[in-house]
């Protein structure tokens, strides 16, 4: 079977090259039975003639003692072109050595001696044959297992590329990640920070407005604030969200702010001295207190208490005649602390109420008539809220407070009033400082050195600071 390139693949094709035509025959003689293509040439020259015609034998068996060129030449030259093929020699005993040369030099497998056998003879180049297909086989081997490793080295390598490539993603990504998140907290640095900013000046604000009214209407000073603190002790008695209690805190701060359209002439009289303008004016003031911080949105709920802080429960209040549960908790909370402080600062002192109330406590069996100091402060201003629930105020509201007054030692906790020439160092104040200009000094909460009391002085000659002054006790 020969290709279409002459090349015979698959035929088992052997050489013989002898000057001597009769062992030549003699030869394929011995091959006939084999199933073997069988050349021969009768030279050197026309064996490499053949093979540079396209023939690839297998095997070459060439005869050492030729004319012109020797079988161990040819055989070189036949490596050259034929590296694959199996080499042998045959030669006559003298020429031995010659043969050995050629084993050496010339890639020859190996000799056989004239005269040969036969089958020995045959079994040699069916040795041949086989060496060679192993041989071959072994390259295949050889080659796939190279191509393998070769394959091996390129995965091995494409995966240190991938790892080198890995790591430096992860890397990246990790230096991402690290920048990201300073960054994510730089901006909640910031936005927290400008929120801070915009709820401090929010509150400010607030403050702001709270020390205005207490400015414009000096007798109430600090009134605003401790109505905030009372307020917002009984909101947190009804687990109201903290935004309403917030609500509520403001609502009360700045209760009374629609007094600042009332002037001190109407402000400074008692209540039974006004006339039924003075009266209207007035009662404008809830009203006029929800306009004032109307234009601020947040300021909205706040707003509404403020409207209805003169409501009573029985529904007689101010403006807008609600009633009971139609009044806002929160209103209904505002009015109790706004009374709280109104009782606590004012009028466990006046001589008029305790007497009310000794007479109530007469008629009612009561035998607390000989209380006196602190203890006789509380019983008043229990008394009082007492006797406004159901009419004035919330009786659940009242039920409340009453509970927080005496848990947090409200009820006691009067401010004491002092002058600017009573001030000492360490002293808290308990409501904003002004002059009679309305400048503000301090505000609440100050505590006092003796070098702010010196200015205060100094500040007092020049500018009035418009007493009372309240310190906390
Ligand atoms: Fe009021």
Same mark, same amino acid.
């Given at each position: ?7 015979? %693949? ?39 003639? !053949?093979?540079?015609?396209? =023939? ?5 068996? @060439? ?24 080499? %042998?020699? !045959? ?11 050629? #084993? ?13 056998? *036969?089958? =020995? !003879? ?16 072994? $390259? ?5 297992? $190279? ?35 300073? $960054? ?16 401090? @000046? ?45 609500? #509520? ?69 101010? +403006? ?17 602390? *706004? ?55 919330? +009786? ?49 909460? @100050? ?27």
């Amino acid at each position: 079977m020969t290709e279409p390139n002459g090349e015979h %693949m698959t035929e088992k094709t052997i050489l013989f090259v002898d000057d001597e035509k009769n062992i030549l025959t003699t030869l394929k003689r011995v091959f006939m039975e084999e199933d073997y293509r069988i050349l021969t040439a009768n030279s050197g020259e026309e064996a490499l003639g !053949l093979i540079d015609g396209g =023939e690839n034998p297998t095997v070459i068996v @060439s005869d050492q003692r030729m004319p012109q060129m020797t079988g161990a030449e040819f055989l070189a030259q036949a490596k050259e072109k034929l590296p694959n093929s199996i080499r %042998m020699v !045959l030669t006559g005993y003298a020429d031995v050595n010659a043969a050995m040369d050629s #084993i050496n030099l010339g890639g020859v497998e190996r000799y056989i001696m004239k005269p040969w056998n *036969d089958d =020995e !003879l045959r079994n040699t180049v069916r040795g041949a044959f086989e060496i060679h297909d192993l041989r071959e086989l072994n $390259k295949e081997l050889d080659s796939g297992l $190279k191509k393998k490793n070769a394959e091996l080295e390129q995965q091995i390598a494409e995966n240190k590329k991938l790892i080198a490539l890995t790591n430096k993603q992860n890397h990246e990504l990790l230096q991402f990640g690290i920048k990201l998140k300073q $960054k994510v907290q730089e901006q909640t640095k910031e936005i927290s920070a400008k929120s801070n900013e915009i709820e401090k @000046s929010f509150f400010d604000t607030i403050m702001a407005f709270s020390a205005l009214l207490d400015s414009h209407a000096t007798s109430y000073k600090g009134h605003g604030l401790r109505v905030s603190r009372i307020a917002s002790g009984i909101a947190r008695r009804f687990n109201l969200d903290p935004d309403e209690i917030t609500d #509520i805190d403001i609502g009360a701060l700045l209760h009374d702010i629609g007094k600042l359209s009332i002037p001190t002439t109407i402000l400074e009289k008692l209540p039974e001295n006004w006339t039924t303008s003075d009266k209207s004016i007035y009662q404008a003031h809830p009203e006029t207190g929800q306009r004032i911080i109307g234009f601020i949105k947040r300021l909205e709920k706040a707003g509404s208490l403020i409207r209805s802080h003169h409501e009573r429960y029985d529904g007689k209040g101010y +403006p807008d005649q609600l009633n009971e549960d139609n009044i806002p908790l929160g209103a209904r909370i505002i009015a109790v602390a *706004d009374a709280c402080d109104n009782i606590i600062q004012f009028k466990v002192d006046d001589p008029a109420i305790r007497k009310v109330f000794l007479q109530d406590e007469q008629t009612t069996g009561g035998n607390d008539n000989n209380a006196e100091g602190i203890e006789l402060q509380n019983k008043i201003v229990i008394h009082h809220l007492k006797q406004g629930a159901f009419s004035l105020f919330d +009786p659940d509201v009242v039920k409340e407070a009453l509970k927080y007054l005496k848990d947090s030692g409200e009820e006691t906790r009067r401010e004491k009033v002092v002058t600017i020439n009573n001030l000492a160092a360490g002293m808290v104040l308990a409501s904003h400082l002004f002059t009679k200009n309305g400048i503000l000094l301090l505000p609440y909460k @100050s505590v006092l050195s003796q070098e702010y009391i010196d200015k205060l002085k100094a500040i007092h000659k020049k500018d009035h600071i418009v007493g009372p002054i309240y310190i906390r006790d």
